[in-house]
């Protein structure tokens, strides 16, 4: 009997990750008795994956540079959904990229006898847009999710979803070593280190940067001492650095992964952007005051349609407020040295966002089967049962 033959779908570089982890697994668990076929990154494609296509042309953001796709796009959908449908794959996962994605699905789920359909990472409708669980169960079956509080909203609509846990778990959060960090940039045990995350794209940077460093000029008033690293994101560190040059004491600029968890791990506190960053940071047990500001008609549209109450990842996990948010009109230097400084000088403050690290942990599987491994087992199920399970 010949090897399963799985078909993937990636197309950008979040999911060229996730995929490449998945195909790994598989191999694991099936000891390389598996085949692949698809569209992925170069990830995907050190895993193995002979790309159809380059998933670079999937890429694109913004109504100014996906206009003049448009067409391109669409040829690409027919041409995948079509390499599905004559190759016959024992299965067909598609990864996060929904506007491409589901727009393959739907075509596959025409064909009479169509492989599974599996599709990783679940949309946010717990945020925004509920309608769309209904929609994808039309055509899906099975959803593999990130988060444990996802499933119900699919399958109240008759979609099966299984948690498998978010690939921050799958990555060096949590596992950081502070006091390596301050050894190596000589740093006393007791003195206090702020992290500060102002973002990683140019936008956010240009908004949030200044904010941050006004709030450390006035943080120095109280904590004279007072170290600041700033791990930067390769897309945005020019950007970064010459900002940087407005602050008021040298900062420590760390990059990689492995150097940003140690800072995680060494920190007594962090001022993060939301977004994932939140979510590594409460693994890493790093008490965080998180914040945001948008333009006005971005958060006047993101209000009007928003379902949570939260925006940081940890809380809305918790379902409470567990890491202080301070979004929009309270993104300003006097509050938010106010609740940083709230954190550096109070060790009980502390203590109780450590806490609630660790329940973010364990709610997130944190310690048990990676999410990877957990997503092969599924995908693995649903191929020997023919969609089911």
């Not at 999911?15 to 982890?21: E, F, N, P, T, V």
Request: net charge positive.
């Amino acid at each position: 009997m010949s090897p399963p033959t799985i078909f993937l779908v990636a197309g950008e570089a979040s999911g060229d990750l996730l995929g490449a982890r998945l195909m790994a697994r598989l191999k694991e668990r099936t000891r390389g008795a598996v085949r692949f076929d698809g569209v992925g990154g170069p990830l995907m494609q050190a895993e193995g994956l002979v790309s159809r296509f380059p998933m670079q042309e999937l890429s694109v953001m913004g109504i100014a540079e996906v206009a003049p796709r448009i067409p391109q796009l669409l040829r690409r959908i027919r041409e995948t959904a079509a390499a599905v449908i004559d190759t016959k794959p024992a299965i067909v996962v598609t990864i996060d990229a929904p506007d491409f994605s589901f727009r393959v699905a739907k075509r596959v789920a025409r064909a009479e006898d169509h492989p599974p359909l599996v599709h990783y990472v679940a949309p946010t409708v717990w945020a925004w847009r509920s309608g769309r669980a209904r929609k994808i169960a039309r055509f899906l079956d099975h959803l593999l999710a990130l988060f444990p509080f996802e499933p119900p909203y699919f399958e109240r609509e008759g979609l099966a979803c299984s948690f498998v846990g978010h690939p921050a778990i799958e990555g060096g959060a949590g596992k950081g070593d502070g006091d390596a960090f301050r050894r190596l940039h000589g740093l006393r045990t007791d003195q206090k280190l702020l992290v500060m995350l102002p973002g990683s794209r140019h936008g956010e940077v240009a908004r949030m940067l200044p904010v941050f460093i006004e709030t450390v000029r006035r943080l120095l008033q109280r904590h004279p001492d007072l170290a600041v690293v700033v791990p930067v994101a390769s897309s945005v560190r020019d950007a970064v650095l010459l900002g940087l040059g407005e602050l008021a004491v040298s900062p420590i600029v760390v990059d990689g992964e492995e150097a940003k968890f140690d800072a995680f791990a060494a920190a007594d506190a962090a001022l993060a952007a939301s977004g994932t960053v939140t979510l590594e940071l409460a693994l890493s047990r790093t008490p965080t005051v998180v914040t945001y500001k948008a333009s006005w008609l971005t958060a006047a549209l993101v209000r009007a349609v928003l379902k949570t109450k939260f925006a940081a990842l940890p809380n809305i996990v918790l379902g409470r407020m567990a890491m202080p948010e301070l979004i929009q009109e309270r993104c300003n230097p006097v509050d938010l040295s106010a609740e940083v400084d709230r954190l550096l000088s109070d060790a009980g403050a502390r203590t109780e966002q450590r806490r609630a690290g660790e329940q973010v942990a364990a709610a997130m599987g944190f310690g048990g089967a990676s999410p990877s491994m957990r997503a092969a087992d599924i995908v693995l199920t649903l191929t020997a049962n023919g969609g089911r399970g």
